[in-house]
């Protein structure tokens, strides 16, 4: 049957967090893809991935707005459209919580998990760019209350905890490293430093943590592929907002192409409206997933 299928019986939301967590305890590892939408998330879904993640950025861009400028609404809306539209586990891009305090990241852990996600991550970033990243014992009180709350969770919800400074321009490894100790020992299950680029700085981190680590692939300066980074027992690769820049930035070739040459010579490379008609009929359209009740937000205090 394909995916969706209204003659299929639901997927849970348990049992997508069961696979989801299962997918972390290979060896092999896995890429982990950013749709933006769920068109992309069908899509991807067809493609034979494994899971999602959700990115921050390409939902921004979709609505026209720089990454970050989203409200916690819309996201919360967005998360359990990508949930309806799909059968795979789905990891959401949570930002920082929205709110510096350790009850902001537990509670937007469980309306998260309200929206049909088994997995968010939550960044240790402030929002501000003039001191961009938390000090570190307010970071881990925060994905300590984010861990309190996924364990309260009637399902195994796989927490990322995020260190953001590379991101941010600070390249400070070692502090990298000790943030991401400090985040294991509050309980998150996985760990993610985006921006780390270099084959000698992730393998140092690798050997100094026990949690599976997502790498993002083609950060600034890396060139390491996603074979090679398995091979060096990354357990989780994913993307980021890369994918939806790419279709941003073809949108923007075609248009300018429109605009100057008025000639459609993208069409070459289009998908057929015949061939996207097929996929998003086959896969349904009717939700899914059995999610966890909206009541549960209660647990979040």
Not at 72 to 101: K, V, W, Y
Not at 231 to 240: K, L, P
Not at 269 to 280: D, E, P, T
Request: proline letters at 6%; one cysteine or more; glycine letters at 8%.
């Amino acid at each position: 049957m394909q995916p969706n299928d209204p003659s299929e019986a639901p997927i849970t939301q348990a049992e997508k967090a069961r696979r989801f967590r299962a997918l972390h305890a290979t060896g092999a590892g896995f890429i982990i893809p950013n749709p933006w939408d769920p068109g992309s998330a069908r899509l991807l879904t067809s493609l034979g991935f494994s899971a999602l993640a959700t990115t921050s950025a390409g939902f921004a861009f979709s609505r026209g707005l720089p990454d970050g400028d989203t409200s916690r609404e819309s996201l919360m809306q967005h998360l359990g459209e990508l949930s309806a539209s799909t059968h795979l586990p789905i990891s959401a891009d949570l930002l920082n919580g929205f709110g510096p305090q350790p009850d902001d990241a537990a509670r937007c852990i469980i309306d998260a998990a309200s929206q049909g996600v088994v997995g968010g991550s939550i960044e240790d970033s402030t929002g501000d760019d003039a001191s961009p990243i938390m000090d570190i014992s307010q970071a881990v009180e925060r994905v300590t209350a984010a861990a309190e709350a996924a364990r309260s969770l009637p399902f195994p919800f796989t927490l990322t905890a995020r260190a953001e400074n590379h991101f941010f321009g600070i390249h400070k490894l070692d502090d990298t490293i000790r943030r991401l100790i400090a985040f294991q020992e509050a309980g998150a299950d996985v760990l993610f430093a985006p921006g780390l680029a270099r084959r000698e700085d992730i393998a140092e981190v690798l050997k100094a943590i026990d949690r599976p680590l997502n790498v993002l692939i083609g950060a600034p300066g890396m060139s390491l592929t996603a074979q090679e980074l398995l091979d060096m027992g990354v357990r989780r690769i994913s993307v980021g907002g890369s994918l939806a820049r790419a279709a941003l930035g073809a949108l923007m070739s075609a248009a300018t192409e429109l605009r100057d040459l008025g000639s459609t010579h993208y069409n070459q490379s289009a998908m057929r409206g015949s061939a996207l008609n097929k996929l998003f009929r086959d896969q349904g359209s009717a939700p899914h997933t059995s999610h966890v009740s909206q009541t549960t937000s209660a647990q979040a205090g």
